[in-house]
């Protein structure tokens, strides 16, 4: 299928842009946009070449060339039409008709699709709960009974512990039933950042941050956050270090959470400086956001973690427990970022409650140099936290040099994302898809995102378009012409990899978790996924064999949501 374009939809004041792959599809140069009734309401030509992109695309072998429609900001339903294509490689499509033109399905033309978006988005972390029921009223048709109570469980042999710890709560990872304090951490602290950020925003998005009991959505953001870190808080052990994570013996085949308690033991693993760094990092993130609601709970969340930055103190380089049996390893020895996201967190936490102690001097002393080992990346994902700290310390007020230094690294930062961003065929700043691609771009549209809050207006809005073509990959516009959020549009995937959706009974997956996506590593190639051909940028497949390409995760859905819900705040 030729057309590549956002199959759920554009925003009216924004540029709509869709790509045209001439290659094995003779374009006469034209297109339409037709609405629901049938008729033409705009005309316009494609324009060789993608952003500042001409040629054959390295990555997907294909020639693509450009239509603009921006002009159309009536709210509606549409589709493209492209007329003159004698197609070959997509003969049988049903959307090619006799007179030789393809058109696509309808998508929107609205501002209510990111709300919509953002909504089911956050919904998919109430998906991923475990240990608790998920009522009807609620969930729907994916409700289910509660299981995996994990209120009494065992330590696995390699960490020589007796007794059982009270390990309940918290989402799900991914896929698998494993809870991961390192990936649970990026994700909420992601989910945090979006609630400081939108907080003084507009009226929806408060309610969106403060107001639950909807369909749309069970939870505010902070109640479904505060899901994740009550759990967090379980994981602390008494000596503050906090536990690496809770895993099923062996790995879960495609069954539910009851039918996987009949099965298997579920353990606590490891231990380690990462995991009790990212909790720091989120907890006392969680502090401030939650001051001024619940001022007791935001002073636990302090405390702990404060204790967990003592434990690290001591304890700089513990690692994490190298078993993978039942669980993924979420293996990094490279502790350096993670204690600069807990030290710029704790930064602003302990000058929001005004405790101006040694610790918070001490921690002044050794920013500076956190930001020197650390430069400011594209994003932030599990293993590479460095950008929460960027970002935390661009957006406080209490020191300016500080606040001065990261928005200018991360104002350099969303230029270089501009830059490569001209340079690719679909917009993109990412330069091989790996494990997670669609967390990756989600990830470049929040700093741009971001940054654009300290920009004038002009800039400003330069960096929220460039976030807005990165989104448009996510819902449709790549080479796979895949939405990769499910439930989202028509070619959203059906299979994902992801054992909640395969072991309902319901034939639709779970709505609003976004999955991986173009993952040219293949480490999945054992399961013979069948990919769509051996070029880099068709490394995805909507197969529930594909764990590589096809698996949803929170710290994919995290930062998708906090871009979507800055988009709301615009
Ligand atoms: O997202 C993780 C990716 O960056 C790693 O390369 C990969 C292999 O270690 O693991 C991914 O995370 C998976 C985790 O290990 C287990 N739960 C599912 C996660 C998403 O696929």
Redesign the pocket.
């Known amino acids: 299928m030729p057309v590549r374009y956002n199959h759920v939809g554009y925003v009216p004041e924004a540029p709509k842009i869709f790509f045209v792959d001439v290659s094995d599809f003779h374009a006469e140069g034209s297109f339409e946009i037709i609405d629901e009734k049938g008729s033409t309401v705009y005309g316009g030509s494609l324009v060789q070449g993608t952003f500042g992109y001409k040629g054959v695309c390295e990555y997907s072998g294909e020639n693509l060339w450009t239509g603009d429609f921006s002009a159309v900001r009536s709210e509606g339903r549409y589709s493209i039409r492209v007329p003159g294509c004698f197609v070959q490689a997509d003969s049988t499509s049903e959307n090619v008709n006799s007179r030789g033109f393809y058109q696509t399905e309808f998508f929107e033309i609205s501002d209510s699709w990111i709300f919509s978006q953002l909504q089911a988005n956050i919904k998919s972390f109430f998906y991923q709960r475990s240990g608790v029921e998920l009522p009807e009223i609620f969930a729907g048709k994916w409700a289910r009974p509660a299981a995996h109570f994990d209120r009494n469980i065992g330590f696995h042999k390699m960490m020589g512990r007796e007794g059982s710890w009270d390990a309940r709560g918290g989402w799900y990872?991914?896929?698998?039933y494993?809870k991961y304090i390192v990936?649970g951490g990026i994700s909420v602290g992601t989910l945090l950042l979006a609630c400081l950020l939108g907080a003084d925003s507009n009226e929806k998005i408060s309610r969106v941050i403060n107001e639950g009991g909807s369909f749309e959505q069970p939870f505010s953001l902070k109640e479904e956050i505060r899901f994740e870190l009550d759990f967090f808080l379980r994981m602390q052990d008494m000596d503050g270090g906090v536990f690496f994570k809770v895993s099923p013996e062996h790995w879960d085949g495609f069954i539910s959470p009851r039918d996987s308690d009949l099965l298997q033991k579920r353990l606590i693993l490891g231990k380690s400086t990462t995991s009790t760094l990212n909790f720091a990092g989120a907890l006392a993130q969680a502090s401030v956001v939650f001051r001024k609601d619940d001022s007791a709970f935001a002073s636990t969340c302090l405390e702990a973690a404060l204790k967990a930055y003592g434990w690290a103190l001591k304890n700089p380089d513990e690692t994490w427990p190298h078993n993978t049996e039942g669980?993924?390893?979420?293996g990094d020895e490279h502790y350096d970022d993670e204690f600069f996201w807990a030290r710029a967190a704790l930064f602003c936490a302990l000058n929001e409650m005004d405790r101006k102690d040694s610790v918070l001097e001490k921690i002044l002393e050794l920013l500076p140099s956190d930001m020197e080992k650390n430069p400011a990346a594209f994003g932030m994902?599990?293993?590479d936290t460095q950008n929460m700290g960027w970002i935390l310390l661009a957006e406080q007020n209490y020191d300016l040099e500080l606040q001065n230094r990261a928005r200018d690294a991360l104002t350099k930062v969303a230029a270089e994302i501009v830059r490569l961003q001209g340079e690719d065929a679909y917009g993109l700043a990412i330069r091989r898809f790996i494990?997670?691609s669609n967390g990756e771009a989600s990830n470049h549209a929040l700093t741009l995102l971001v940054v654009s809050g300290w920009q004038n207006e002009l800039n400003g809005k330069k960096l929220v378009d460039c976030s807005r073509e990165m989104l448009n990959f996510v819902y449709g516009r790549n080479p796979v012409n895949t939405c990769f959020v499910t439930g989202a549009a028509w070619s959203s995937p059906r299979n994902p990899h992801h054992r909640l959706s395969h072991s309902d009974g319901v034939d639709d997956p779970i709505p609003g978790l976004v999955v991986?996506g173009i993952n040219c590593d293949r480490q999945d190639g054992h399961r013979a996924p069948h990919y769509p051909g051996d070029l880099p940028g068709l490394s995805y497949t909507d197969e529930r064999c594909s764990?590589a390409s096809n698996?949803t995760?929170i710290?994919w859905s995290s930062p998708l949501t906090a871009a979507l819900l800055l988009l709301c705040c615009r």
Do not use: I, K
């Open positions: 990872d991914a896929g698998d494993g990936n669980s993924g390893g979420y994902d599990w293993r494990w997670g991986g764990f698996e995760a710290n």
